[in-house]
């Protein structure tokens, strides 16, 4: 992988082409939460499940610590001749960053990734991979506890977490869905909003001069130039929101149906498309003059525009509440109970969090850690160091640990209401 100022081009199959590959095998694959819901000890797990509250931000969850799970001893030396292996989302880690690590701890490393949740628990639990780190989301995380796929971290290993990372993920009761940090470390953070070319797209037709900024994706006058992700929670909250509902972990099925309905319109008329690298590949080319964007994708889109990066970020536009009501979230780390290197894999943790190789990450990759010593308004002064990372234009990407307090983020569905959720979205792209 390559720094954003070398153009890349992704090399994943378009949606369609991975759904006629998909079909034959689709039936045999279920959803995240079916998945792990079918995965335990036949009675003692299910009563677990029954007990297990879902964490919510105004309800956090300390998760258990099993005595078949323990965590590892402390002082342990890292194993000799390891290769670290991780399991990780598409292009989410800079091979810059890993050669570092690699040499430092005299080490190998290998990558393989995963396009989506459902795809990486599915692969996870049924062939029982040799992985090291794997980076799943919050949304998933205590039924990954629950049936053992998980260990515990021992955060002696990890002194960067309470040195280099933001109080709100390092406190004795944050985060809420892991208080004490049992199971994961944050990695990145991020919003959902909203990106568009400000030379393709009428100034009195973008969201900051709309009443509902997100009547720009079901404008006609854009057929053919709009995208959204191929990522059922980003795609259906999306609906939501347009809609007036702000709960994107609603299990009304009448509001799903709703939104539904709102993602079947826009097949015909504006002939929407769905992707995972439009946002940050296809929107700064100019094939997307609005494409639904996670920040950490819009920081980065300008480094693969036609043109030098300079001439491309002025184009890029970025949205997001200011009043800070709108979808907001975390990736994390977490180590396998089966991993084999659990040492190395600490110290991996530890390595990542540390401020250098944070920002080394960041600068590629557009996703922002949550950085102590690279505050929010640091990114607006030219004398900070990473400053150069964030396009004056596109700072409102960058998130603010007050973000959280108002912002809406992918809790944990209980499993019948993440089925409405897959069945309405599966109406929805059997139509695209």
Request: charged share 20%; proline share 8%.
């Amino acid at each position: 992988m390559r720094h954003p100022r070398e153009k890349r081009s992704s090399g994943q199959l378009s949606r369609r082409e991975f759904l006629a590959r998909g079909a034959a095998t689709a039936a045999a694959v279920p959803m995240a939460g079916t998945l792990l819901a079918a995965c335990g000890k036949p009675e003692s797990t299910t009563d677990e499940a029954a007990k297990l509250p879902l964490a919510r931000p105004d309800a956090p969850v300390t998760l258990p610590v099993y005595d078949d799970n323990p965590a590892i001893a402390s002082d342990l030396p890292i194993e000799e001749g390891a290769t670290l292996k991780l399991y990780n989302w598409d292009q989410y880690v800079y091979k810059k960053v890993m050669d570092d690590f690699a040499a430092k701890y005299n080490c190998k490393y290998e990558i393989s990734t995963f396009n989506n949740m459902d795809e990486a628990l599915a692969k996870i639990r049924s062939t029982n991979m040799d992985i090291d780190v794997f980076f799943p989301t919050p949304d998933v995380l205590a039924k990954l506890v629950l049936f053992r796929l998980l260990q515990p971290l021992n955060l002696d290993y990890i002194p960067n977490l309470p040195k280099c990372v933001w109080p709100e993920f390092t406190a004795p009761d944050k985060p809420f869905y892991d208080q004490g940090q049992h199971y994961t470390v944050p990695y990145m953070v991020y919003t959902t909003g909203i990106g568009w070319r400000n030379d393709m797209v009428d100034q009195k037709d973008d969201p900051w001069h709309l009443d509902n900024p997100y009547d720009i994706y079901w404008n006609p006058k854009y057929k053919g130039k709009i995208g959204i992700y191929d990522d059922y929670r980003e795609a259906m909250s999306m609906a939501l929101l347009h809609n007036g509902v702000t709960d994107i972990n609603t299990g009304d099925a009448t509001a799903l149906s709703d939104a539904e309905d709102s993602l079947v319109e826009l097949i015909d008329k504006v002939n929407i498309a769905i992707t995972m690298n439009g946002a940050y590949e296809d929107l700064p080319k100019g094939i997307f003059a609005i494409h639904q964007g996670w920040s950490g994708d819009i920081l980065a889109s300008p480094y693969y525009g036609t043109g030098p990066a300079a001439q491309v970020a002025p184009l890029i536009s970025y949205w997001w509440p200011k009043d800070g009501h709108g979808v907001i979230g975390n990736d994390v780390f977490a180590v396998p109970k089966s991993a084999k290197n659990p040492v190395l894999a600490h110290t991996f943790l530890n390595y990542m969090l540390g401020f250098d190789a944070a920002m080394k990450n960041f600068s590629w990759m557009g996703y922002q850690p949550p950085q102590i010593d690279a505050p929010p308004e640091a990114f607006s002064d030219p004398n900070f160091r990473w400053s150069w990372v964030v396009w004056p234009n596109l700072v409102n990407c960058i998130v603010k640990p007050t973000d959280f307090d108002r912002g809406y983020f992918y809790l944990e569905l209980e499993p019948k209401v993440d089925q409405i959720w897959h069945d309405d979205w599966e109406v929805f792209i059997s139509g695209v």
